[in-house]
């Protein structure tokens, strides 16, 4: 995928605004927090792939990494450590570091007009901060807001597939349940997957059991009936579809997959379905691709879609007469469900900004 | 489990008839058909641990094991081979061996008052074959045919669930999504997730793409959007519930689990539901157990279900108003989901007839 591509989508009218912005813009100065995580490491990786226009690009971590090199996509870089007494000066910053660090930083940035995408959870659901999908929501940029929030992988998933089905036929309610894959829990997942594949010590899982040869249904923690991961499923849907009293019933579930999550989704709508111009609307949604042709192997899985930036939908069938709608979407959970939607996000803010 | 407990189940009360009959009966002659296949294997394993009351026991399998001897829990058998002119003499036959033996062979052994089990597709259907999940539906085993179905082992999973929940609120829809083991497509099915585990060829994998590390949203064959296993499912649940038009969707999806197959549902019923209440109806209810504290990381998972009798109920959870619920379910779908239901049917039906 070029550039031009992945900022345009394939419905080029729908991003108008193109016609009257210089793109690229000119180079800006960018920082990662988080660098030594995996989304972090992801991030770099796309924004070379995007040929992001960077001035200057300075990356952070935590203590333990104080003093080491990065060997990255740029070159050797100097992992830093932040420090408040000196914010750095910087005109873009992913943050890929965790609620505290977000608390802590992200209105540090914003006072001095640094603008921040972050992946965490915590400012998902500030009324302040735009929660997007840019094929989805992509008006909600038009903020003066600093601090922008990435979605949680499984929303983007879901929503991205709902989107184009909803626009036409009016969502009522959709009920949902996710695959998601070991990277999803960030490296000590991914550490804890190959650690269970060579026999070696489980010490460090992040899992609550075993996850090689097995399924976990519950993601994240909470006091409740709901686990963390549903919650944010729920509300960040309702957010970004503004909807707010969607009814969403959602199961999350942990599965032995390295990477890329899927989700099996029946919705309910208000008008009636045509099964064929849904296909047609899926087909030609901007990143998201339609393999719907069971019969000879052709649907979405996380194979298919890891290492890709789209959102592959597939197993699209009618139910409940004409009103309900199921399908099965993949999509790569370190990249359009979480680095690659942070790019996205910094490419249309670049659109709109002097700097 | 002991013999009496797993006649018994936990609600004396529902299994009366005990009280009339005498246990065990005198002992039967037994065939398994399909005693090579991995369902064949684990009935043998059952029948030992249960104490059949088996007088005579004859194992059935294809061609290819002409001559061989198989080493049994019941010592090392001579694995035969059907012969439509020498049809044996039976008191009962377990058959495990696909729909063309059981169209084949169905009839041939009902014909001659043998009483059939059969755990194949074929029958299942039939309005003269009674589907039968013991705790649901045992009254439909006062019939006077031969031949019994044991209904698709993801559909025992659900109904086996759902079943307390809808002598109480009346069920008035469900949805499901879920997470199968690779057992469930036989001996074919373990040995590609155990040559993709170890790295050798794939070639004779019944999977449509790798396993391992990945996710498969289409099980069995079909021309239409919804596959073979998903018609199972629906039909079946229809069937032993005793409701034609209840509205299902379910996705049916592999995962790389060895044993123990695992549902997302969320179900809507007619009567306002008491959370409290659907708990001890699930906790009460013969041969499902509620593992439900999912804090402290107790649900179920196909891991937990592995290797025991039981359905595992947890997660559960209100939702649309009072009117619907979530739950996750798993269980073993080579004993639960196939073997042992189809002992537990034999059990049944022995208590009712005389030999």
Same mark, same amino acid.
Not at 70 to 96: K, Y
Not at 139 to 153: H, K, R, T, V
């Given at each position: 995928?070029?550039?031009? @591509?992945?900022?345009?989508?394939?419905?080029?009218?729908?991003?108008?605004?193109?016609? @009257?912005?210089? !793109?690229?813009?000119?180079?800006?100065?960018?920082?990662?927090?988080?660098?030594?995580?995996?989304?972090?490491?992801? #991030?770099?990786?796309?924004?070379?792939?995007?040929?992001?226009?960077?001035?200057? #690009?300075?990356?952070?971590?935590?203590?333990?990494?104080?003093?080491?090199?990065? @060997?990255?996509?740029?070159?050797?870089?100097?992992?830093?450590?932040?420090?408040?007494?000196?914010?750095?000066? *910087?005109?873009?910053?992913?943050?890929?570091?965790?609620?505290?660090?977000?608390?802590?930083?992200?209105?540090?940035?914003?006072?001095?007009?640094?603008?921040?995408?972050?992946?965490?959870?915590?400012?998902?659901?500030?009324? !302040?901060?735009? #929660?997007?999908?840019?094929?989805?929501?992509?008006?909600? *940029?038009?903020?003066?807001?600093?601090?922008?929030?990435?979605?949680?992988? &499984?929303?983007?998933?879901? $929503?991205?597939?709902?989107?184009?089905?909803?626009?036409?036929?009016?969502?009522?309610?959709?009920?949902? &349940?996710? !695959?998601?894959?070991?990277?999803?829990?960030?490296?000590?997942?991914?550490?804890? !997957?190959?650690?269970?594949?060579?026999?070696?010590? *489980? @010490?460090?899982?992040?899992?609550?059991?075993?996850?090689?040869?097995? $399924?976990?249904?519950?993601?994240?923690?909470?006091?409740?009936?709901?686990?963390?991961?549903?919650?944010?499923?729920?509300?960040?849907?309702?957010?970004?579809?503004?909807?707010?009293?969607?009814?969403?019933?959602?199961?999350?579930?942990?599965?032995?997959?390295?990477?890329?999550?899927?989700?099996?989704?029946?919705?309910?709508?208000?008008?009636?379905?045509?099964?064929?111009?849904?296909?047609?609307?899926?087909?030609?949604?901007?990143?998201?691709?339609?393999?719907? =042709?069971?019969?000879?192997?052709?649907?979405?899985?996380?194979?298919?879609?890891?290492?890709?930036?789209?959102?592959?939908?597939?197993?699209?069938?009618?139910?409940?007469?004409?009103?309900?709608?199921?399908?099965?979407?993949?999509?790569? =959970?370190?990249?359009?469900?979480?680095?690659? =939607?942070?790019?996205?996000?910094?490419?249309? *803010?670049?659109?709109?900004?002097?700097?």
């Amino acid at each position: 995928m070029n550039k031009i @591509d992945s900022v345009v989508g394939k419905d080029q009218s729908a991003f108008g605004f193109l016609r @009257d912005t210089e !793109y690229p813009v000119s180079p800006v100065r960018v920082g990662i927090v988080g660098v030594t995580g995996i989304v972090g490491g992801k #991030l770099l990786e796309i924004l070379k792939e995007e040929s992001f226009p960077i001035k200057k #690009l300075r990356v952070f971590a935590s203590a333990k990494s104080e003093s080491t090199f990065l @060997d990255s996509p740029f070159g050797v870089l100097p992992v830093e450590i932040l420090n408040p007494r000196q914010v750095p000066e *910087l005109d873009l910053v992913f943050m890929a570091a965790g609620t505290a660090i977000a608390r802590s930083w992200g209105w540090r940035f914003a006072r001095r007009k640094t603008l921040v995408i972050d992946k965490s959870s915590y400012f998902r659901d500030k009324s !302040y901060a735009p #929660l997007v999908i840019p094929e989805v929501n992509e008006s909600d *940029l038009d903020s003066s807001q600093f601090i922008y929030a990435n979605p949680n992988c &499984a929303t983007i998933t879901i $929503v991205h597939a709902l989107k184009p089905l909803h626009d036409q036929f009016e969502l009522r309610s959709f009920t949902a &349940a996710t !695959y998601q894959s070991v990277s999803g829990a960030g490296l000590k997942g991914v550490q804890a !997957y190959e650690n269970e594949i060579s026999g070696s010590s *489980l @010490d460090s899982s992040p899992f609550p059991e075993r996850i090689i040869g097995n $399924v976990i249904p519950w993601i994240g923690d909470s006091d409740e009936a709901t686990s963390d991961e549903e919650k944010k499923v729920i509300s960040e849907s309702r957010k970004i579809l503004s909807l707010p009293r969607l009814p969403i019933r959602v199961t999350c579930v942990r599965v032995p997959v390295l990477t890329g999550h899927s989700v099996a989704i029946s919705a309910d709508f208000r008008r009636s379905v045509d099964l064929d111009k849904a296909k047609e609307l899926l087909a030609k949604f901007p990143g998201v691709e339609l393999i719907d =042709n069971p019969h000879d192997s052709e649907f979405p899985t996380p194979l298919k879609a890891m290492g890709t930036n789209k959102t592959f939908v597939g197993r699209v069938r009618l139910d409940r007469g004409k009103r309900g709608l199921s399908l099965w979407v993949s999509s790569d =959970n370190l990249r359009k469900g979480a680095a690659f =939607n942070a790019v996205q996000i910094a490419q249309k *803010l670049l659109q709109r900004r002097k700097f």
